[in-house]
């Protein structure tokens, strides 16, 4: 199903090359399940020749994990995975220590740039995600090190996180638990900030498509970019929340309706 929705960038053709920017959770999964038709839409952009990027906010796993993830559901994905500790990782000196408090794919982020890492103490960077074991003595860890003069770094800021039991407390959450009880603003590598606005134009161009879930993030994260933003009903927003901010370019029930809508 799709829904009339207002218009900015104008419509793509078919047949021109255009980069297409799919968010994960709430687009193509929910936690582990398969959302029905996402790995055909995929087919779909890439035999009619569009370069396709997965964009994603969760930066607790690795890209290796979320590239084998993507195998499972029958969409290869090598190379083509961007994930928040990617980019937040790429803001970080190697000359500099960061302590994480996040999950496994900010580690192996930070490691592979060459960054050392600590788990407490003092730091120069304090590196913020999702990940499901934070608790009060993590918080007060990281807030000791921003208090002592580290910068805080946040992978993302996204409220909650989509799984098929409905709306979690995601990154942002975390992040702001941090913030107030250090009482400083953090820098937000991911969507829609500028870090990620950067990288993705790199990767795929000044034109595009953006597919998301979430107005917040990837509505916003899609003007940033000046690519069309395409909201799917399938995660965080559904047909209840509508009209959102900012107003999508088009507003499809999943990812398969939106390839179909904007190709035909």
Known sequence: MTFPAGSRPAPLRGDAPTGWAL?????????????????????????????VLFVTNNSAVRVREVEEKLAGMGISAAGQVVT???????????????????????????????????????ADVVVVGYHRDFDYERMTVAARAVRRGARL???????????????????????????????VEATVAGKPHVPMVAHVRRRLGAGGVMVGDR???????ARALGYRFAL??????????????????????DLVAAVEAELR
Do not use: M
């Open 153 to 183: 770094l946040a992978t993302n800021d996204d409220p909650t996180y989509p799984t098929p039991d409905g709306p979690i407390p995601g990154g942002g959450a975390i992040l702001a638990s941090i913030a107030v009880a250090s009482g």
């Open 215 to 221: 107005p917040d993030t990837d509505g916003l994260f």
């Open 84 to 122: 928040s500790a990617v980019v937040a990782a790429d803001l970080v000196s190697t000359d500099e220590v960061a302590l994480v408090c996040a999950g496994p794919g900010v580690r192996e982020a930070l490691l592979d740039r060459g960054v050392a890492v600590v788990g407490e103490g003092d």
């Open 23 to 51: 968010d994960l959770d709430g687009v193509v999964w929910l936690a582990d399940k398969p959302i029905p038709g996402a790995s055909d839409a995929v087919a779909q952009l890439r035999e009619a020749g569009h370069p």
């Open 232 to 253: 799917v009903l399938s995660g965080v927003t559904g047909p209840g929340d509508l009209p959102v901010e900012p107003t999508p370019d088009l507003v499809a029930g």
